[in-house]
DNA sequence: TCCGGAATCCATCCAAAGGTGTAGGGGTGA
DNA sequence: TCACCCCTACACCTTTGGATGGATTCCGGA
């Protein structure tokens, strides 16, 4: 009798990896990519078309977020095995990710052995977040979490706003702006607006992309 | 009787891509990849082996910058035809990249067809800039250079220092850090440090890789 | 119901950052 | 040699930022 594969969707947004990941899983015994998705919402249509037992997913996916993408299965599919493979995306992601029930975390450069290998571990049903990964989680561990109010004045800060600026675009105080930095501050871990810029995109707590100046 | 094939080097320090790409050229009529590197030390020995048609080069790699790899082997060898492919790296290293030689420049999210038929068109002696990567060049022209100190002031505003600190680790005085800021602030279109900083790192002038704070 | 945290606001004080002008020494290329 | 740029430096002034302490409202959990 025949040995069931395990069925696997490979969610990358970059063609040229996203190809070498699938033929690189193809010719694998015991490994079938039934789906591939560029984005977000493809995922999830292909996810809910194929039901596979393992969906391999980058974080930075356009339309969609990773970590989006991955709360949205799991809701739908509270079983389902995801395994993020992403080039290293700042303490924050990888948080999310966990949270938002990812069962593994692989970076990039891993090698071949090491992704199957974690396939077949996390089909079994184990987790897997290697070492390097481990620690930065337990780093952000100790570190409190920002208020929603705080994390606002801390995305200004990173796009350059200053305190009246900021003031003006929440319709709030200076001072109270002046409080929540206070506060964001000391939450970071850094002693001015500049440090906490660089920690918040660093870490990737306001992403970077949100940067890029949008047409004049 | 039988055509050459052309002959290439691919350096990129992923393994699954690495391996993904090796495997998707290896299969095209007319391509052969000669050599693999992982990193820099190791892509230009690889390069002096096997002397390729065309070398594709990830920017960042381990132990030696993409950029510097570039500039070496086009010391060594000026007709050396090199294609960067990489993911958005901020306009100063497409900048570098080109400068130091390399002939076309593609981000990772292109089809393998886009792909083949640059390295087809770079090997024939063309050049291929897609029109996005031309667009970021083109607004970093209208802006002015840095000069060498003004970079080492915006490295330690990037890295959170003082204007009193800065001065202590570049020994002058806080005076003249003050006026380097204020002539970057002019060159870079800012208004303030924690501006300079979020653009110096998302245009790629400081490495975000330099943020990681070295164990205490 | 009472407590605590979050969010809002205010005033005050001092330090830091930024703007402007000026100026001397060093190097380089026309 | 002269013009030009870079690096250095200082003075002066204004604006912004950060620290501190105190205060109110609101809401959700114990």
New binding site residues.
Partial sequence: MIKESIRVLVVEDHHVVRQGLVALLNVVDGLEVVGEAADGVEAIAQFRKHQPDITLIDLRLPRMSGVDVIQRIRMETPLARLIVLTTYDGDEDIYRALQAGARAYLLKGMTSEELIATIRAVHAGKSHIPAAIAEKLAERMGTEEL????FDVLEQIVHGK???EIGAV?E??E??V?????SL?GKLGV????QAATAAIQRGIVPLESLRKPKS
């Fill in positions: 208020t929603p109010r705080e200053s305190n009246k929440l709030i105080s001072a109270t002046k409080t929540h930095i206070n501050l002693t001015d607006r500049t």
